[in-house]
């Protein structure tokens, strides 16, 4: 029998020879044949069959102790069932990758949309749609809830006469088209409204004073204590508070 050496089996399966020692060492793949005067290891034409489906199953993302398992029992039924099993996982995370795609293109279009609106840096008087949101709570609670992650932040501000401050609801902004009905729970709407719309650069405890200087301005326009804002550029994005953009979106009482 013709006997290969461990780097030339190695390099028909496009393995390393650290993969088959190792393998060798905790019992998944044994060579053909050790030298017992220098230890090297041997391996045959013969083996190509099981190590083929060794490899298959490691690409599939079988652990090792798995696959010992199935060599073990060598069972086609067990092993069609643990195939059809992985099949499923698969397909299941190739729909997540999709939709983590999906969320990273939104997201992409909607920084490069409304960051193009704040090199502007005008006030508008803008007619704004309904909006919809995943209500997330107050911010110590968004931090556990993977919808703070994948979709942009919207604030709601509500005014506290009593105390001249604000009450901040956080959300996730979501378009109409995009609503999914494992969420729907969470689901809520602003209603349409005239605004006024401006863009703040800053840390978001600013924001509150820059409100203040605006109703100061626009003092005519009978603007709402309450208001919207939608994070552009935000800690995801970047480090310095300084460069944080946030739309800011007023509504105008009639």
């Not at 060579?31 to 391996?43: A, K, M, S, T």
């Not at 996982?89 to 990273?104: G, H, P, Q, Y």
């Amino acid at each position: 029998m013709k006997y290969m050496s461990i780097n030339e089996f190695a390099e028909k399966f496009n393995v390393s020879r650290q993969t088959l020692i190792y393998y060798d060492k905790v019992g998944l793949f044994k060579p053909e044949y050790v030298d017992i005067n220098n230890g090297y290891r041997y391996y045959s034409y013969n083996q190509f069959s099981q190590f083929s489906f060794i490899k298959f199953l490691r690409n599939l993302d079988f652990s090792i102790g798995k696959i010992k398992k199935m060599l073990e029992e060598d069972d086609v039924e067990l092993i069609k069932k643990d195939l059809d099993k992985k099949r499923n996982e698969i397909i299941e995370e190739s729909r997540r990758l999709i939709d983590l795609s999906s969320v990273i293109d939104s997201k992409l279009d909607f920084i490069e949309t409304k960051n193009n609106e704040a090199k502007s840096n005008i006030f508008n008087i803008v007619e704004i749609p309904k909006r919809y949101y995943y209500s997330l709570g107050y911010e110590d609670n968004i931090y556990n809830n993977n919808l703070f992650f994948n979709y942009p932040t919207i604030v709601i501000y509500t005014y506290k006469k009593d105390k001249e401050s604000y009450n901040k609801i956080f959300g996730a902004l979501v378009s109409k088209e995009d609503i999914r009905e494992e969420y729907r729970n969470y689901l809520k709407e602003i209603q349409i409204s005239k605004s006024l719309v401006s863009y703040f650069k800053g840390p978001y405890n600013q924001i509150p004073n820059y409100i203040k200087k605006i109703s100061g301005k626009f003092d005519k326009l009978k603007l709402n204590k309450d208001f919207v804002c939608l994070n552009i550029v935000d800690p995801f994005l970047e480090k310095n508070p300084q460069k944080y953009i946030t739309e800011i979106q007023i509504p105008i009482n009639s």
